[in-house]
C-alpha cells in the first residue's frame, strides 16, 4: 500500500508535466517525479524495526572483529539509501539547470506560459 | 544585491563560524556517522549564502569571486580523480582501489594505519568542496543575474 | 506504521496543491513541504543520511526555485486549459495508475528489503546489500555503510554523482552569461 | 595491450576538468588540449578492437562493486562515439570562434563524450543512469548554447522530456531492484532467467523501452528532436544527431532488452512497429521542411528507424525461433547503418554548419547557387546526401541493402517494400537540398561568400573519405574484426550474463 500511494505521487507528478502551461509548473512535476522515486527506493530497503546502516560501537564484536548478528539481521538496506543520495544531487544539478534556462526565457519573452513562447513549429 | 541592516549583519558574522564548524564535523565524520561530503558542503555553501544574503553581494564578490569559485570546483573534482586514479598506480590495476585500508588490511603499509576508512575520509573532503563551491557558484550566479528585458520585449 | 501513511497523505495533497494552485509562490512553498515531509519520512525509514542530504538540498532548491518566482510581477497563472486534454490525460493517467497496481504486488512487501527475497536464490552469489552489512565495516573500515557504499564499493558511481554537479554549475553560468555571439567582424578578425 | 576500460571516461573527465582553468588567454591551449583528448580517445577505441573483458572498478567482485563491460557492441559503439567526436571538436576550432565561452563549450563537450563512453562501457544499470544523466545535461545546455529565444525554449522542450525519460528509467531501475535484488546487469539476467519474467518487470521493461525510447526520439517520442537538433551549434548538432541519440537511446534499449530481460515476440514487435513508424513519420515531415538543419533533423528519426527496425527484425527471428543467419543478417544491417548513419549524418550536420557560418543562414529558400563559392562544401554535402539515401557505392547504400535482404529473406516482403520507399523519399528530399542550396541562381546578397578554410574542411573531408570507404567494412577481414562481434552479443542474447561471470572469475 505504500508503494501504491508513492506511485500516486509519480503519476502526478508525470500529469503535472503533461498538462501545465507554465514552466515552473513544469518544473515542479518534474520535482515531484523524484521525490516520487527516491520515496520508493528508500521504502524498498525498509524492514520492519529496522536501524539505521551505522554501525554502532556497541555492536561489534570485537573478539571476532565481526558484526554482531543484531546488527545484520535487523538494519535496513545500505544500497537503495545510497542510489538515493545520487539521485538527489543528480535532482539538484538538473534543477539548477532547468532553472537558468526558465530565467534566461523568461528574460527573453516575459512571460512563463509556454503557449505564448512558440517560435518553433511544430 | 543589497545588504541587511546592523542587526543582521552582526548576527550573521557570528553564527556563519559557528555554521561552518558544522559544515565541517559534518564532513570529516560522515565514515563514522550519518552525514558526509554531499550533506556537509551544502551547509558550508550555505554559511556564504548567509553571508551574501546579510552583506550583499558585492561583498561576498570581493573575498570569494565567482571565477576562484570555479577554479575550487575544478580542483575538487580534479582532486576527487586523482583519488581514483591513485588506485592504478598504487594498487593492482584497479580505478577506485581503496589503497590506504586495503594495504592496512594486507598487512602492509604500516605507516597509514592514522585514516583505518582509507581513502573514504579524502573523498568526503574532495566531495565537500565540490559540493560547497559549485552549490554556492550557482545561487551566487542566479541572484546576480540581471534582467535585460528592455531590448527583448515580446516580439 | 501510521506515521508513514499520515507523512504520504501528507505529502500527497501538498503535490496536489502544488500541482493545482495558481499562484506560483505559494506552488513553491508546497513543493517545500513535500521535501521537509519526505524529509521526515526518510528518518523515519531509517535512513538517516538521506534525511539530512534532503534537509539541505531542500533549503538550496526552495532558494533557487524563489529566485525564479518572486522576482517577476507575473507570480499568477493566467490563460485558460484545454478541458478535454486535461480529461483525457487524467483517464489515461489513471488507467496507468490502476495497472501500476498489479505490477506493486510482485514486490516483496512493504518492511521486507529487496535482498531478502533474493538471497533465497542459491543459485547466485549473496546479494550485494547482505554483503555490505555483514561485511563492509571489516572491508571498508568505515562504520557508516552508507558512505562504505558510496565512497568505496559504488565510488564509480559517487565520481558522476558528482561530475553532474559540475556540469550543471558549467552549464548554468553558459546559459546565464552575459553575451552570447560575438559579432561578425570580431569572428573574422 | 590492454587498457583500463576506466580510461576511456578518465581522458575526457579529466581533461574536461581542466578546462574550466583557462580564460580567455588560455584558448589556444584549451582548443589544443581538447583535440588531444578526443584523438587519444580515437587511438584507444582502435587499440580496443576485438577484445573483450570485465573490468572491476576498485577490485570489488561482482555484484558487490561495479564492472565495466567491453565487448563487441561496446567496441562498435566507443569506435563511432570517438570517430564523430574528433571530427565534430576539430570542426569547432574555428566554428566556435563566433560564440563566447569557447572553454566552457570545450569542457561541456568532453563531459558529453565522457558521459557517452561511460553508458557504452557499464555494466551496472544504476551507473549506466548515472552516465546517461551525465551526457543528457551536457547535451541540455549544449544545445542552449546560443542563448537566442529558439535555442532556450529548444533547450527548455528537450530537458524537459529529456528529465521525464530519465525518471522513467530511473523508476524502472528501482523496480528491477526491487524484484531482483541486484543492480548489476549480469547477475540480474541470471535471476530473471531463473524466475521467469514476472508482470514488475515487464512493467520495468515497458518504461525502460519508454525511457530509453525517448533518448532516442522514436516516433511517438520524438516531439523534442526537430527543436533541439538544429538549434545547436553545428559540431554539437552532428554530435547529438551522429552519436548521441545511438548511445543512450538505441545502445541502451538493445542492452537492456537483448541481454537483461530476453527478447519476446511481443517486445519484438513492440520494436518493429516503432521503427517502421519512425522511418515513415520522419521522412514524410522531413519532405515539407524549408529549414536545412530541421530538415536534417527529421531525416534523423526516420534513420534511426532503420536501425530499429534491423535490430527489432532479428529480434523477430530469434523469438520466433528461426533461422538464426537470418536474425544475424538483420541485426548486422541495423548495426552497420547505425555506424553509416553516425558518419553521413554528422557530416551533413557539419556541411550545413559550413553553409550557415558563410552566409548567415539556413533557411533553403534564401539560399542558392553556392556550388561555385563552396566547393568543397558542396562536394562533401553531395557525398553525404548520397549516402543517406542510398546510392552505391556510398555506405548507406550497403547498409540498406542488407536490411532488405535480410527483410525478403525472413519473409517480410512488405518491410523491404516500406524500406525502399522510404530511401526514395529520403532522395528526393535531398535532391531538393542539392537544388535550393548549391544549384539555382546566387542571391544578391550572398555574392561574398568565401569557402570555410581550416580545420572545418579537414573536418569535413576526413568525414566525406569515411563515406565512401566505409563499404569495405563489409570485407570479410574487417566484418569479422568489428561487426560482427557486435552482431553476436546481441544474437547470443542471455547468454551475456554467464560469458560476463566466467569473465569476472578469471
Keep these: ?122 | 544585491m543589497k545588504g541587511m541592516t546592523i542587526i543582521v549583519k552582526t548576527i550573521s558574522s557570528w553564527v556563519k563560524m559557528l555554521i561552518f564548524l558544522f559544515g565541517l564535523y559534518i564532513i570529516l565524520f560522515g565514515d563514522t556517522s550519518p552525514g558526509g561530503g554531499f550533506a556537509g558542503g551544502v551547509i558550508l555553501a550555505s554559511a556564504y549564502v548567509l553571508l551574501m544574503l546579510a552583506f550583499g553581494g558585492d561583498f561576498v564578490k570581493q573575498n570569494l569571486s565567482p571565477s576562484l569559485t570555479l577554479k575550487l570546483v575544478c580542483a575538487g573534482m580534479l582532486a576527487f580523480a586523482a583519488i581514483a586514479v591513485a588506485g592504478l598506480f598504487y594498487g593492482p590495476d584497479a580505478f577506485f582501489w581503496n589503497f590506504i585500508t586495503q594495504k592496512w588490511l594486507a598487512g602492509e603499509g604500516s605507516n597509514l594505519h592514522f585514516i583505518n576508512a582509507g581513502i573514504i575520509p579524502l573523498a568526503e573532503v574532495a566531495i565537500g568542496l565540490i559540493v560547497c563551491a559549485a552549490i554556492f557558484l550557482v545561487i551566487f550566479t542566479f541572484s546576480t543575474f540581471k534582467f535585460d528585458v528592455s531590448d527583448n520585449q515580446k516580439e | 506504521m501510521a506515521i508513514f501513511y499520515i507523512l504520504l497523505l501528507f505529502i500527497l495533497i501538498a503535490a496536489i496543491i502544488a500541482v493545482e494552485t495558481r499562484n506560483l509562490l505559494s506552488a513553491v512553498i508546497c513543493v517545500g513541504a513535500i521535501g521537509f515531509s519526505g524529509s521526515l519520512m526518510f528518518l523515519f525509514l531509517r535512513a538517516p543520511d538521506i534525511a539530512m542530504t534532503q534537509i539541505v538540498v531542500e533549503v538550496l532548491g526552495l532558494i533557487i526555485l524563489i529566485r525564479a518566482t518572486i522576482s517577476r510581477d507575473l507570480t499568477f497563472i493566467s490563460g485558460d486549459r484545454e478541458f478535454f486534454g486535461v480529461v483525457v490525460s487524467v483517464v489515461i493517467l489513471f488507467a496507468i495508475f490502476l495497472a501500476g497496481q498489479t505490477v506493486l504486488e510482485t514486490l516483496p512487501d512493504f518492511g521486507t528489503p529487496a535482498f531478502v527475497a533474493a538471497a533465497q536464490n542459491a543459485d547466485l552469489p549473496a546479494p550485494a546489500a547482505q554483503t555490505y552489512i555483514a561485511q563492509g565495516m571489516q572491508k571498508t573500515g568505515a562504520a557508516n555503510l552508507v558512505s562504505a557504499v558510496i565512497l568505496d564499493f559504488r565510488a564509480y558511481d559517487t565520481l558522476g554523482e558528482a561530475t553532474v554537479l559540475f556540469t550543471s554549475i558549467i552549464g548554468a553560468t553558459v546559459i546565464l552569461r552575459k553575451k552570447s555571439r560575438r559579432l561578425r567582424e570580431e569572428t573574422n578578425a | 595491450m590492454s587498457i583500463p576500460l576506466p580510461v576511456f571516461v578518465a581522458v575526457p573527465l579529466v581533461t574536461a576538468f581542466v578546462m574550466p582553468l583557462f580564460g580567455k588567454k588560455g584558448k589556444a591551449v584549451a582548443t589544443l588540449l581538447a583535440n588531444l583528448a578526443t584523438i587519444s580517445l580515437l587511438v584507444l577505441a582502435v587499440v580496443s578492437i576485438g577484445q573483450s573483458r570485465v573490468y572491476e572498478i576498485g577490485k570489488w567482485s561482482i555484484p558487490m562493486g561495479i564492472n565495466l563491460v567491453l565487448d563487441g557492441l561496446s567496441s562498435l559503439l566507443l569506435l563511432a562515439i570517438s570517430v564523430v567526436s574528433a571530427a565534430a571538436m576539430f570542426f569547432s576550432t574555428r566554428y566556435m570562434e563566433q560564440y563566447t565561452a569557447k572553454s566552457k563549450y570545450l569542457c561541456l563537450f568532453l563531459l558529453m563524450v565522457a558521459g557517452m563512453n561511460g553508458v557504452v562501457l557499464s555494466g551496472d544499470i544504476f551507473n549506466l543512469f548515472v552516465f546517461l544523466e551525465i551526457a543528457s545535461l551536457a547535451s541540455y545546455a549544449l544545445v542552449g548554447f546560443g542563448c537566442e529565444h529558439e535555442e532556450l525554449e529548444a533547450s527548455f522542450k528537450y530537458m524537459v522530456l529529456g528529465s521525464v525519460g530519465s525518471m522513467f528509467v530511473l523508476f524502472a531501475v528501482a523496480l528491477f531492484y526491487g524484484n531482483t535484488g541486484t543492480l548489476n546487469m549480469a547477475y540480474a539476467s541470471k535471476a530473471i532467467q531463473d524466475a521467469g519474467l514476472n508482470i514488475g518487470l515487464a512493467f520495468a521493461m515497458a518504461l525502460f523501452i519508454a525511457g530509453f525510447g525517448l533518448k532516442a526520439a522514436l516516433v511517438p517520442f520524438h516531439a523534442w528532436l526537430p527543436d533541439a537538433h538544429p538549434s545547436a551549434p553545428a559540431p554539437i548538432s552532428a554530435m547529438l544527431s551522429g552519436v548521441l541519440i545511438k548511445a543512450l537511446g538505441v545502445y541502451a534499449l538493445a542492452r537492456v532488452l537483448f541481454n537483461v530481460f530476453g527478447v519476446s515476440a511481443s517486445v519484438a514487435g513492440v520494436l518493429v512497429s516503432l521503427g517502421i513508424l519512425s522511418m515513415v513519420v520522419g521522412v514524410f515531415l522531413a519532405v515539407g521542411q524549408w529549414d536545412f538543419k530541421r530538415l536534417l533533423a527529421y531525416h534523423s528519426i526516420s534513420q534511426m528507424g532503420y536501425v530499429i527496425l534491423g535490430i527489432g527484425l532479428g529480434a523477430l527471428i530469434l523469438a520466433k525461433g528461426g533461422n538464426k543467419a537470418y536474425a544475424s543478417l538483420a541485426i548486422l544491417g541495423g548495426l552497420f547503418h547505425l555506424v553509416n548513419h553516425a558518419v553521413f549524418k554528422s557530416l551533413l550536420f557539419l556541411t550545413s554548419g559550413s553553409v550557415q557560418m558563410s552566409t548567415g543562414t539556413r533557411q533553403l529558400k534564401e539560399l542558392g547557387g553556392l556550388a561555385q563559392k563552396l566547393p568543397y562544401t558542396r562536394a562533401t554535402c553531395t557525398i553525404a546526401s548520397a549516402s543517406i539515401a542510398g546510392v552505391p557505392p556510398f555506405n548507406g547504400f550497403w547498409s540498406k541493402l542488407i536490411l532488405v535482404i535480410a527483410a525478403v529473406q525472413a519473409g517480410f516482403f512488405g518491410l523491404a517494400v516500406i524500406t525502399v520507399i522510404v530511401s526514395l523519399v529520403t532522395l528526393i528530399s535531398f535532391l531538393k537540398v542539392q537544388r535550393y542550396v548549391f544549384l539555382g541562381e546566387l542571391p544578391e546578397n550572398l555574392k561574398q561568400t568565401k569557402e570555410n578554410t581550416g580545420s572545418m574542411l579537414v573536418a569535413m573531408v576526413v568525414l566525406a573519405c569515411l563515406c565512401v570507404l566505409m563499404g569495405l567494412l563489409l570485407m570479410p577481414a574487417l566484418r569479422s574484426a568489428i561487426l560482427e562481434p557486435a552482431v553476436k552479443v546481441l544474437t547470443d542474447g542471455l547468454e551475456y550474463s554467464a560469458n560476463i561471470i566466467e569473465m569476472a572469475n578469471l
Aim: proline share 3%.
Design chain 1, 1 to 122: 500500500m505504500p508503494y501504491a500511494l508513492c506511485f500516486l505521487l509519480f503519476v502526478i507528478g508525470l500529469y503535472c508535466v503533461l498538462v501545465k502551461k507554465n514552466m515552473v509548473k513544469i518544473v515542479i512535476g518534474i520535482l515531484v517525479m523524484e521525490y516520487a522515486v527516491n520515496l520508493f527506493l528508500i521504502m524498498l530497503g525498509y524492514r520492519t524495526g529496522g536501524i539505521a546502516p551505522v554501525v554502532a560501537d556497541d555492536q561489534v564484536n570485537a573478539a571476532a572483529n565481526k558484526v554482531a548478528a543484531a546488527f545484520i539481521n535487523a538494519s535496513v538496506d545500505p544500497l537503495p539509501q545510497a542510489l538515493v543520495l545520487t539521485a538527489i544531487v543528480i535532482s539538484l544539478g538538473s534543477l539548477a539547470l532547468i532553472i537558468s534556462i526558465c530565467i534566461r526565457t523568461y528574460e527573453k519573452y516575459g512571460t512563463f506560459d509556454i503557449t505564448n513562447i512558440r517560435r518553433l513549429k511544430g
